[in-house]
T-cell receptor, first 113, second 113 residues
Framework: EAGVVQSPRYKIIEKKQPVAFWCNPISGHNTLYWYRQNLGQGPELLIRYENEEAVDDSQLPKDRFSAERLKGVDSTLKIQPAELGDSAVYLC???????????FGPGTRLTVL | GDSVTQMEGPVTLSEEAFLTINCTYTATGYPSLFWYVQYPGEGLQLLLKATKADDKGSNKGFEATYRKETTSFHLEKGSVQVSDSAVYFCARTFGGATNKLIFGTGTLLAVQP
């Protein structure tokens, strides 16, 4: 069974540019998470989806970050405009039920110059 | 608020040495506790978990016991291998929800042959 797929794996952009990350969860997993992992830190939750509904986005910086999961399967996280401090690894995870173990993708490493 | 504190790294050991990575958590609610491992260039993988006091999680020779009296969940392995070199993250559920995780800052383990 395929794991969580993320693309791109690496992205380098200049500040003030937009960027988007894509995640395809494990088939059948209804719950999807986006995390941000700063260098030398643990992941921090940005947003959680149950199917197509964002049920927890309290830690998403809504002035520049947005996310969608239109059909309740794959998801896109966007930053517009990017700032230097957004440089991090963006991780996607999914679970089959809200109480199940989270399975992580390999992440997208964003560098903002 | 809810948090997880783990020992700073790097931890450098020789092959076959005994490993302990300390982890303590804030004693709020009844969290589930986890250890995740992140190999270079990869996403986080669940190593083991425990859902209630006195539970012992184990996997691949690693063990950790949920100690409520000391609010600890220390990771141990009797004999490490070079292939165990990775970053290890302790995590707990938070906010009363079983599917929201807060992570420690991670501990880098380097095993030398």
């Amino acid at each position: 069974e395929a794991g969580v797929v993320q693309s791109p794996r690496y992205k380098i952009i200049e500040k003030k540019q937009p960027v988007a990350f894509w995640c395809n969860p494990i088939s059948g997993h209804n719950t999807l998470y986006w995390y941000r992992q700063n260098l030398g830190q643990g992941p921090e939750l940005l947003i959680r989806y149950e199917n197509e509904e964002a049920v927890d986005d309290s830690q998403l910086p809504k002035d520049r970050f947005s996310a969608e999961r239109l059909k309740g399967v794959d998801s896109t996280l966007k930053i517009q405009p990017a700032e230097l401090g957004d440089s991090a690894v963006y991780l996607c995870a999914s679970t089959s039920t809200p109480t199940d173990t989270q399975y992580f993708g390999p992440g997208t490493r964003l560098t903002v110059l | 608020g809810d948090s997880v504190t783990q020992m700073e790294g790097p931890v450098t050991l020789s092959e076959e040495a005994f490993l302990t990575i300390n982890c303590t958590y804030t004693a709020t609610g009844y969290p589930s506790l986890f250890w995740y491992v992140q190999y270079p260039g990869e996403g986080l993988q669940l190593l083991l978990k425990a859902t209630k006091a006195d539970d012992k999680g184990s996997n691949k020779g690693f063990e950790a016991t949920y100690r409520k009296e000391t609010t600890s969940f220390h990771l141990e392995k009797g004999s490490v291998q070079v292939s165990d070199s990775a970053v290890y993250f302790c995590a707990r559920t938070f906010g009363g929800a079983t599917n929201k995780l807060i992570f420690g800052t991670g501990t880098l383990l380097a095993v030398q042959p």
